[in-house]
């Protein structure tokens, strides 16, 4: 499926559908992929709002740093362009079952 020939509402669609494939899967991915999914997600709402904290223990700084890494990697994307990467990341780990019938 070319993904860059879905009109909005269909790429919408589709968006949702690997989401909610991603969340329900048992599959357990690597946590590079899992930070993907994240950044990916977050490109699309232009969600930014990590907080990095100084006081932060147990590891909380360590994952917020990781989590603004991958943001920072993707925000050269604009919302549809992060649609369809996380569409595509979803169907390289998971299958295209999600899209069918599409």
Excluded: C
Excluded at 62 to 69: E, G, I
């Amino acid at each position: 499926m070319d993904l860059n020939s879905l009109s909005e509402e269909q790429l919408d669609l589709a968006f949702k559908k690997a989401y909610d494939a991603v969340s329900k899967t048992e599959y357990k991915f690597k946590q590079d992929t899992l930070l993907y999914f994240y950044a990916y997600y977050k490109n699309t709402s232009k969600e930014f709002n990590i907080d990095i904290n100084q006081t932060a223990n147990n590891g909380e700084q360590l994952v917020n740093a990781f989590k603004m890494n991958a943001l920072f990697q993707v925000r050269h994307l604009n919302e549809r362009q992060s649609k369809i990467k996380y569409i595509e990341l979803a169907v390289k780990h998971i299958g295209d079952d999600f899209l069918k019938p599409f």
